[in-house]
Each structure stands twice: as structure tokens, then as C-alpha cells.
């Protein structure tokens, strides 16, 4: 399994591609449909956020190991914690970014609710 450790801008690259093409499929779908609206566009605003906290991991995973502060073997033991970091800053970051893409379905519902 030696060889395949990576942390190049080409392997982040990849998984960010697939970030993207999600939110532009779910954004494709709703506007095919007809049904563009606060709740398709929340999609593009979660995986923004995830793309910007893993961009900022990555470039510090890549400072980290180049600095030595944890091995390919660390990485194997515990992939989730080293890519994840500090278990605060992720949960604050999680919570943010809820709070992002609730706000504005919140308020689509709240000016589109049927009336009687």
C-alpha cells in the first residue's frame, strides 16, 4: 500500500470536483424542473462551505505532515481525525454552515406558505 499516500493539489482536486458537480446537478435538476427556489439553492451553499472548510484542511494536512507532526502510518490509523482536525472547529463550522443553509429556506417557507 506504499505509494498511494498522497496530499497533492491534484488528488484534492478530484474530490472537489465531485463536491461541485453535485451542487450543480441538484441546482440542474430544480431548474429543469421548474422548481428553482431558496431550498435547490441551499444545496450550492452547503457544499461551498465544505469545500472551503476541506480546502483549509487539506492546506494544513499538507503543512502538517511536510512539518512531520504525523506520519503515513498516524494517517492510516486515523484518517477521519487528521482530514476532520480539531473536533471544535469542525462542529462550530458544521453548526455555521447549518445555520447558512437553513436561513434561507426558512425564509422561502415563511413567504411561501400557503395562505387560506
Do not use: Q
Request: proline share 3%.
Amino acid at each position: 500500500m506504499s505509494g498511494s499516500f498522497s496530499l497533492s493539489w491534484w488528488r484534492f482536486a478530484g474530490t472537489a470536483l465531485l463536491i461541485v458537480a453535485m451542487a450543480a446537478v441538484s441546482v440542474l435538476l430544480s431548474a429543469w424542473d421548474g422548481k428553482l427556489n431558496a431550498m435547490a439553492a441551499s444545496v450550492p451553499l452547503m457544499c461551498a462551505s465544505l469545500l472551503i472548510f476541506f480546502t483549509y484542511r487539506w492546506s494544513r494536512m499538507r503543512s502538517d505532515f511536510a512539518a512531520g507532526r504525523f506520519t503515513e502510518n498516524d494517517f492510516r490509523r486515523n484518517p477521519v481525525g487528521i482530514v476532520v482536525g480539531r473536533r471544535r472547529v469542525a462542529v462550530l463550522w458544521l453548526f455555521f454552515t447549518m445555520v447558512l443553509v437553513f436561513l434561507p429556506v426558512m425564509w422561502w417557507l415563511y413567504h411561501n406558505w400557503p395562505t387560506a
